[in-house]
């Protein structure tokens, strides 16, 4: 299995290798941990090894074109790549859950009653056409999608990364008691199809994701109950470091371990998240704040 270096050997070293072509991997944290910046990281590395890339970016965080341009150059800087390979990504500006939705052929159907929200999923073979709600989508269904439409475009696809799912999901149904049965079958809806689209193009699927107080009581998963756990097996988790790491390296001191399914937070790491350069092993970067 083809596996791309995350340029941080500590990362490789919690996800056996690298990021392996062809499956997803998910990346979670609180907010401001960086999740952003590794999935940039990322992109950049795929792009390295002359893969394309799209980048579905749901939180505006690559709104302007200058913070855009200033973190991918700390990546161009350390490994000093050419100048075309930053074109091999593509930034897609997806706001908010329905249009992420017809991104991959859905048209998501929300249901308000009271404080209670209920969802359906449609899957139109065109738009603007009738649609007609079906349950299990086929291979040839999906062709229809702008995803699978861009990545037949692409010379070289590789990756394919939303960032982030949770603002989607939670700017449309609310996080109460209620309304989990609607969230988990929007997740298992979007995730189920984002991933047959993966898998016709032997594609990395990656997405951001908030973290949420483990219920055990022990550090954070990934928000989204146990659909989001159960399709994206493999996770990268980022906690700030403990006290005595950031007395010694600073704010930019993180704990990296992988979550995996069904709930078990193993092989835990550092890294340092540092300033101009991102996620390196300890012992390669000045001490310093990251502006998020």
Not at 24 to 38: D, E, F, R, T
Not at 64 to 91: G, M, N, P, T, Y
Not at 95 to 122: N, P
């Amino acid at each position: 299995m083809t596996k791309i270096s995350t340029g941080c050997v500590s990362i490789d070293r919690i996800i056996n290798g690298g990021v392996p072509l062809g499956t997803p991997i998910g990346i979670y944290g609180l907010q401001n941990i960086g999740k952003s910046i590794l999935a940039t990281q990322i992109a950049a590395r795929f792009a390295q090894e002359g893969y394309d890339v799209i980048y579905i970016d749901t939180e505006a965080f690559y709104q302007l074109q200058e913070d855009w341009d200033r973190i991918f150059s700390w990546f161009e800087h350390r490994w000093d790549l050419d100048s075309d390979v930053k074109d091999k990504i593509e930034i897609i500006q997806l706001r908010d859950l329905f249009a992420l939705g017809r991104f991959f052929g859905i048209e998501f159907q929300l249901i308000q009653e009271q404080a209670r929200v209920s969802a359906m999923a449609k899957f139109p073979k065109k738009w603007g056409s009738k649609a007609t709600k079906v349950t299990h989508q086929s291979q040839d269904w999906i062709t229809y999608s702008q995803a699978y439409k861009d990545l037949g475009k692409c010379e070289k696809p590789g990756l394919v990364i939303i960032d982030s799912i949770t603002v989607p999901l939670k700017s449309k149904i609310s996080s109460v008691t209620q309304n989990f049965p609607a969230r988990a079958s929007v997740i298992q809806t979007l995730l189920d199809t984002a991933l047959v689209v993966a898998n016709e193009f032997n594609v990395s699927f990656l997405i951001t994701n908030h973290g949420t107080k483990n219920p055990m009581g022990y550090g954070v998963q990934p928000w989204g109950g146990g659909n989001m756990i159960y399709y994206i097996k493999r996770w990268i988790g980022i906690m700030s470091g403990l006290k005595a790491d950031r007395e010694l390296f600073g704010d930019q001191i993180r704990r990296i371990y992988r979550y995996r399914w069904p709930g078990l937070m193993t092989t835990t790491d550092k890294a340092l998240l540092a300033l101009d350069t991102g996620y390196v092993d300890m012992g390669q970067a000045d001490t310093g704040s990251v502006q998020l």
